[in-house]
């Protein structure tokens, strides 16, 4: 494993970083909330070790598996780190922890905070808080890949080990012209977005953090009632751009490009949204007794199945309030989050699929021992490599989710809270339940549950195998 080469793109990435951290200047200027050097502080900080980087371990050579999987961790890492220096400069947050935890919540788009009175702090801080989950989106190292040339030659192991799903979808033969489209994507639907909630009852700036905050299925609100705080028109929105989020962009691609039937062709898209539609109906069922209106009702299942499933986190209802079988459906959507190739979390609707898929084929063949029957997705079948791959990630996800639950429990926290917040962080979803609930935070827990979360967080938006795979001891040797 190169090492020098992997502090070396460390360089680029914090330079890149340092000039995002000047973006929220604007914003302190024109509401004068007095933070104007609190980013240019951060920015000099995060250039300064950007270049010291670039310029100590300057050096050419080809990205492979190994600097990839390391490249990739050791930036979100650094990220969440220089990306935490606002909420102390700004005093925002006083303990290097809770910065830290804040940080890591918005690049992996958990969502999960500590802050107790949103709407008191400055308002470039909660740009800035709403920015790190639209760069954590899609993915800042794959927005490196595309503007960056240098990272074209090694592309595809940052890619792959950066973006989340089965398999890494190529648009294009050139991995940089991939990277750019589905940042194009990205970015023509967070304009739709911020346009669409600017002609509602949002001003610009409401508008334009909570459209970054769906379509990257953050959950960042700029207020303490979330989008409870809002009326039916911005849920819809917000509701429709969580969906977006939750899907592939690579379906969105090719339905800009008039290919709008691929939706309907993946087996995936159906059996996401099947799976929403259905939930959302029983939710509303089993909540009937506790609306006076039946349209409230249904307003309030949609926008939480959908928030819960696309891991946001967004809340316009204190879902702990309702039937015991409406917080169990929501529970279980923590696990299997949004498709792969999408800005959520969990597991991914496509190996929940293939598992599904396999264990019938498996009953099957218990009652026909001598029929072929073969295993397929899109109509195309699925190779026993792929299989392999979404078996052990879901056993892998399911371990380090009993391990995070085991250690907050050890912490004296209780049961529900335990489970919940280690669900929640390692889904990328953000609120759970119990101290942890959607009308709670994460402020009250002990600073080792907090580093334990921040891990559960980073497991999980990069899938997992990514991080572990820099804890194997034969990853470092040579050969």
Partial sequence: ?????????????????????????????????????????????????????????????????????????????????????????????LNPVDAFFEGMAGFTTTGASVLTDIEVVAKSVLYWRALTQWLGGMGFIVLGVAVLPFLGVGGMQLYEAETPGVTADRLTPRIQDTARLLWGVYALLTAIGVVLLWLGEMSFFDALCHTFTAIATGGF???NASLGAFGTYSQVVILVLMVLGGASFTLHYYALRGRVGNYW??????????????????????????????????????????????????????????PMLSQGVLFIMMFIGGCAGSTAGGIKHVRVFLLI???????????????????????????????????????????????????????????????????ACQGTIGPGLGAVGPMDNYAGLPAFAKVVLCMSMLLGRLEVATVLVLCLPTFWRKG
């Fill in 357 to 423: 898929k396999h264990a019938y084929l498996q009953i099957v063949r218990l009652i026909h021992p001598r029929q072929v029957r073969v295993l397929k997705l899109d109509g195309q079948a699925v190779t026993p490599d792929i299989m392999q791959d979404v078996l052990s990630i879901t056993v892998l996800f399911i371990g380090v989710f009993v391990m995070a639950t085991l250690l907050l429990a050890a912490m004296g926290l209780d049961q529900i809270t335990s489970v919940s917040a280690a669900v």
């Fill in 1 to 93: 494993m190169n090492f020098r080469l992997t502090l070396y793109i460390q360089g680029p990435l914090l330079l890149f970083l340092g000039g995002m951290l000047l973006t929220p200047i604007p914003f302190a200027l024109y509401y004068g909330d007095g933070q104007t050097l609190t980013f240019v502080i951060a920015a000099a900080i995060a250039c300064t070790a950007g270049g010291a980087l670039m310029h100590f371990f300057r050096g050419t050579a080809d990205i492979g598996s190994r600097e990839g999987f390391a490249i990739v961790t050791f930036a979100w890492l650094s990220y969440s780190v220089f990306g935490s220096l606002p909420y102390l400069f700004s005093g925002v947050l």
């Fill in 265 to 322: 062709k993946s087996d995936e898209f159906r059996f996401y949204l099947g799976l929403l539609a259905a939930l959302t109906l029983i939710v509303f069922l089993f909540n009937l007794r506790d609306y006076d209106s039946a349209l409230v009702n249904l307003r309030d299942a949609a926008f939480t199945v959908t928030s819960i499933t696309t891991t946001t986190g967004f809340a316009t209802a204190d879902y702990e309030r309702w």
């Fill in 221 to 223: 609100s700029t207020r």
